[in-house]
C-alpha cells in the first residue's frame, strides 16, 4: 500500500502510475473485510468499486478528471443512492432500496469520487453511541471496548479504522463532531442550507446537515466545495457562492479565538479540560489571540434541542406507517392496527421514544409551555453567538465533555446520553459550522477532540484555521 497525504497527493501518483487505483480498492476491501468485526459498514458495494476505480484511474491518465478523483469515499446510511438499499439502520427500511440519488452523492459521483459502501449509524441518526442501529454496534477501532459515538459512528470509525479515505455523515445535534472526537479524526458540519439535504431521510429538518469525516483537512475542504451549493430540490439550500476551498485553506488567516467561560464548567472530565487548556496555551505560543467569552443562555440548549427536534421527528417519522414502503406487521386486521403493529415491531425504543416526546410537546395544550418556548430558546442561543461573533472570528470549545465511554456504559440513561451533547446541540441551534479537530491524547491513548466554530457561511475561515493547527501543532 503506498501512502498518500491526501486526495490530491493521491491523484499525482495514480497519474505517476506510482498507484494503481485498482489495488488501493482492493487494499480497502481487504481492510474492511479483516475489520468486519468493528461493524462499521451495512452494505459494501463490492461489485461495482473495481471497474469504476479502472474508469477513474482512466480518466487520471488521460488528463481530464474531477475534483475528487479516485477519493474512496464511504457514506452514511440515511443518503439516498438510487438502486441500493436505503435503511437508516431501522427494521422497518430494512428492504427499501432507494428511487433516486441525494444530491451530495451525486456531486461526489460526478466529481470522479468513488463510494465504497454505505455506513453503521444510530437508528435514524438518533444517539450519540451507535447502539441503536438494527445492524448492532459499532465498535471504536482505537479501543474496541468503547462506542464511537453517534449517530454517524460508521462513518466515523470508516475513516479513523483506515477502511476508506473520507465519508459523509449528518449532523443534527453533534452527529459529525462528536464521533470524530472519539474517533481521532476531522469531522465538519457545514452552515445549515450551505449542502443540499435532497436524499437525505429528515430527522429534524430545520436542524440537519450534511457532512464530512477525513485524516486531513484538505480532503475536507475538496470535498466541502464539491458537495456545496444550491440545489432546487432543497429550497433551503443556499445561493450564497461557494469559495475555493481546497486552494485557500493556506492563505494567512490569524483569528481572534473565543473560549465561552459556560462551556468550560459542571461535566466536563478532568483529563478533557487538561487537554484543552494545554492547546490553548499552545495557540497562544503561536501569537494567536485568545479571549474569553459568554454564551449566557448555554444552560438551555440541550432541553430546546431536545424539544424542537423530537418535535420535528415525530412530524417527519408519520410516514413510516407500512402502507407506503418499508416494514409491514402480518398482524393487521384493521388499518389502524397496520399501522400500529407496524411502527410498534419495527422502529426501536430509542425512536420510539422520540416520537413520543415530541408528540407531546406538540400537542394541545403543551404546545405554549414546551414547543414555542423552546423555538424562543432557540432564538436568545443564536443571539449569543451573533454577540459573540462581534468579539470574536471562532470559538473554540471541547467537542464532548468525555473520551469514547464503554458500551453498555450509559445506553440505560438516555438523559445522561443526551448529556453528552452538550458541546454540540448549540452550533446546530444556531445554524453555524463546526468542526472536530482530534487535537490530543488521553493517558491511555483515547483521542481528545477541539470544537471550532465559526459565523454562518463562513467555513473558508474554519477550515483555514484548522490547516494552520493541522500543520503547526498537531503532533502526527
Ligand atoms: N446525539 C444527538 C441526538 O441523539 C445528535 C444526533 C445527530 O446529530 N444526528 O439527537
Given amino acids: 500500500m503506498i501512502s498518500y497525504s491526501n486526495n490530491f497527493d493521491k491523484i499525482e501518483k495514480v497519474r505517476r502510475g506510482e498507484l494503481s487505483l485498482r489495488s488501493n480498492l482492493e487494499y480497502f476491501l481487504k481492510k ?32 481530464s478528471y474531477g475534483k475528487l478523483a479516485g477519493m474512496v469515499i464511504a457514506v452514511k446510511d440515511v443518503l439516498a443512492i438510487k438502486n441500493k438499499p436505503l435503511t437508516c439502520s431501522s ?59 453517534g449517530s454517524s459512528g460508521g462513518s466515523a470509525v470508516a475513516v479513523a479504522g483506515g477502511l476508506c479515505d473520507a465519508s459523509l455523515g449528518t449532523d443534527t445535534g453533534g452527529s459529525i463532531r462528536q464521533p470524530a472526537s ?104 503561536n501569537n494567536i489571540t485568545v479571549k474569553e467569552i459568554s454564551l449566557p443562555n448555554t444552560e438551555y440548549t440541550i432541553a430546546a434541542y431536545y424539544i424542537l427536534t423530537t418535535a420535528e421527528a415525530s412530524s417527519n417519522l408519520a410516514r413510516y406507517d407500512g402502507a407506503r414502503y418499508g416494514y409491514r406487521s402480518q398482524d393487521s386486521s384493521t388499518l389502524l392496527q397496520m399501522y400500529n403493529n407496524s411502527r410498534s415491531e419495527a422502529l426501536g425504543s430509542e425512536v420510539k421514544r422520540r ?35 462581534t468579539q470574536v472570528d471562532l470559538i473554540l470549545t471541547p467537542t464532548s465533555p468525555t473520551v469514547a465511554f464503554k458500551i453498555g456504559e450509559k445506553s440505560s440513561d438516555p438523559l445522561e446520553m443526551y448529556l453528552s451533547d452538550i458541546y454540540t446541540t448549540s452550533a446546530n441551534l444556531a445554524g453555524i459550522p463546526g468542526i472536530n479537530i482530534p487535537a490530543a491524547k488521553d ?33 502526527k
Avoid: W
Avoid at 479483516?34 to 477513474?56: G, H, R, Y
Avoid at 433516486?100 to 444517539?127: H, P, R, S, W
Avoid at 414547543?371 to 461573533?389: P, T, V
Fill in 32 to 63: 474492511i473485510e479483516a475489520k468486519k468485526n468493528l461493524n462499521a459498514f451495512n452494505f459494501i458495494f463490492n461489485e461495482d468499486v473495481l471497474s469504476i476505480a479502472d474508469s477513474v484511474e482512466s480518466k487520471i491518465k488521460s488528463g
Fill in 91 to 149: 427494521k422497518i427500511l430494512q428492504e427499501f432500496r432507494s428511487i433516486y440519488t441525494a444530491t451530495v452523492i451525486q456531486k461526489l459521483i460526478d466529481e470522479d469520487a468513488i463510494i465504497i459502501g454505505k455506513t453503521n449509524c444510530d437508528e435514524f441518526a438518533m444517539g450519540s453511541s451507535n447502539e441503536n442501529s438494527a445492524f448492532g454496534n459499532v465498535l471504536n477501532p482505537v479501543d474496541e471496548s468503547r462506542v464511537p459515538g
Fill in 182 to 285: 472519539f474517533c481521532g479524526v476531522f469531522g465538519l458540519k457545514p452552515t445549515y442550507g450551505r449542502v443540499s439535504r435532497f436524499g437525505l431521510t429528515a430527522f429534524a429538518s430545520s436542524f440537519d446537515s450534511i457532512g464530512a469525516f477525513t485524516n486531513n483537512v484538505t480532503d475536507v475542504a475538496a470535498i466541502l466545495e464539491v458537495i456545496s451549493g444550491k440545489d432546487e430540490n432543497d429550497s433551503t439550500s443556499s445561493n450564497k457562492d461557494v469559495p475555493a476551498y481546497s486552494k485557500e485553506i493556506n492563505n494567512h488567516f490569524s483569528p481572534v479565538v473565543g473560549i465561552p467561560k459556560e462551556y468550560f464548567s459542571e461535566g466536563l472530565s478532568v483529563e478533557v479540560k487538561n487537554a484543552i487548556e494545554n492547546f490553548i496555551e499552545q495557540l497562544k505560543e
Fill in 355 to 389: 416520537i413520543m416526546l415530541g408528540t407531546y410537546v406538540l400537542s394541545s395544550g403543551y404546545y405554549d409551555a414546551y414547543y414555542r418556548k423552546a423555538q424562543k430558546a432557540r432564538r436568545i442561543i443564536k443571539n449569543d453567538f451573533d454577540e459573540a461573533f
Fill in 443 to 475: 493517558k491511555d491513548g483515547l483521542p481528545i477532540g477541539i470544537q471550532l466554530l465559526s459565523p454562518q457561511f463562513a467555513e473558508l475561515n474554519l477550515l483555514k484555521f484548522s490547516y494552520f493547527i493541522e500543520k503547526n501543532l498537531l503532533n
